[in-house]
């Protein structure tokens, strides 16, 4: 098996992106791809897929593939012509580069596309390049199904909570009955007589333990991924079961939240941003407070609460005084948790699994992609 030296621009021909301003935008089935990922849709395509997207300004060395059309942000590079090279394998090419090292904009991350085309590399052949891919790209494959799997279990716990708790149609509410709307057994009460906010946690002093940053919480699932380790002193402390809820902004308007359960029993505590709320079950389950916490009315207060400076925004405490939530009896927490409690650890499972499979991805790279290993 050969393989040849030669450069970047000799593989490959970067562009920069092309600009969309937000009020230009037509809501379509076209990805737009910045420089973190796909971060909106369009109407119209700017570039023909399948395409390779790396990051110009802002988030520095991230690969992002792209099966069919889409349109390329100027926060981002694209690859403008494969020259005849396997589109997969030019994606994972890129990802052993180090892209994010090569910062070309002083004290604003950047990379420059004329300071990457002479960067050298080795490439074997168009047959040898798709056989990679194709063995790299069942790993990434199987995460993306993980993936799904994770967002239909978490819909699914979402779309039972707002039928149960919100909507008020629980197993049995057609018999029920009712005082002024309200099922008997039933009561309304603040968040914060349901949950403890900010609870107090003990935790052994000058200890390592797992951290949490607001990196590491998503947009709109509730796994925690990127932990750290560090000796705990100030920040949020928490448990296993506890909702981690972003408390400024933006993180809390772009939906910035966390269920705890990757804790092992050695070590029952965490710590993280000073910026999370942590929310710990009191009278309900806690199922039932991350769906709450998921929940747009309750998100819409506790944004509706922030004070501060702009930009610097803060939820107010007192929110969860004056946000009003139904009280269910114990009979129909208990049926909640038997239905969403095992969607809950399915989710965790799956998050184990890819990190398997990224571990195990990553490990073979490098080493298939400098010719060190073969299919």
């Known amino acids: 098996m050969s393989w040849e030296n030669t450069t970047l621009g000799e593989v490959i021909r970067l562009r920069r ?4 301003p937000a009020q230009s935008r ?32 802002g988030t520095l060395g991230e690969i992002h593939y792209v099966e069919g059309p889409y349109w390329p942000l100027n926060t981002a590079l694209y690859v403008e012509d494969f020259k005849g090279n396997h589109p997969r394998f030019v994606a994972y090419l890129l990802s052993t580069l180090g892209l994010g090292e090569r ?9 420059n596309r004329n300071a990457l085309h002479p960067l050298p590399v080795c490439i074997p052949s168009v047959d040898e390049q798709e056989r990679i891919a194709d063995f790299l790209v069942r790993y990434d494959k199987l995460i993306e199904i993980n993936q799904r799997r994770i967002s239909l279990l978490e819909e699914c716990a979402k779309m039972l909570y707002c039928e149960w708790f919100v909507s008020l149609r629980f197993p049995g509410y057609e018999s029920a009955p009712s005082v002024d709307g ?5 009561g309304r009460k603040p968040i914060s007589g349901m949950v403890e906010i900010n609870p107090k946690t003990a935790f052994d002093k000058e200890h390592i333990y797992p951290f949490v940053p607001m990196q590491a919480l998503s947009e709109n699932s509730m796994v925690i991924e ?15 079961n506890d909702t981690l809820l972003a408390r ?4 809390l308007e772009n939906g910035k939240t ?48 922030m004070v501060g400076s702009d930009g610097r925004q803060r939820v107010n405490p007192k929110c969860f005084d004056t946000y009003f939530a139904f009280q269910p009896p114990q009979s129909v927490l ?17 998050v184990s699994m890819n990190r398997s499979l990224r571990e195990a991805r990553d490990a073979l790279l490098p080493k298939l992609m400098a010719g060190e290993i073969q299919v």
């Open 182 to 186: 309200i099922p008997q057994g039933w």
């Open 17 to 20: 992106g092309h600009d969309l």
């Open 334 to 350: 208990s049926d909640f948790d038997e239905r969403v409690g095992p969607m809950f650890k399915e989710v965790q499972v799956l």
């Open 226 to 240: 990127g932990i750290e380790e560090r000796i705990i002193s100030g920040g949020a402390k928490f448990q296993n």
């Open 26 to 57: 037509i809501h379509g089935d076209i990805p737009i791809v910045s420089s973190s990922g796909i971060t909106g849709y369009h109407n119209v395509s700017k570039v023909s897929g399948p395409g390779v997207v790396t990051g110009r300004y």
């Open 248 to 251: 400024i902004t933006p993180c």
């Open 103 to 111: 910062n070309a904009a002083g004290a604003v991350p950047g990379i």
């Open 258 to 305: 966390g269920f705890v359960q990757f804790l092992d029993e050695d070590k029952p505590v965490a710590s993280g941003s000073t910026e999370f709320i942590v929310m710990r079950s009191a009278t309900v389950s806690p199922y039932w407070v991350y769906c709450t916490a998921r929940d747009e009315g309750f998100r819409e207060h506790a944004i509706g609460s």
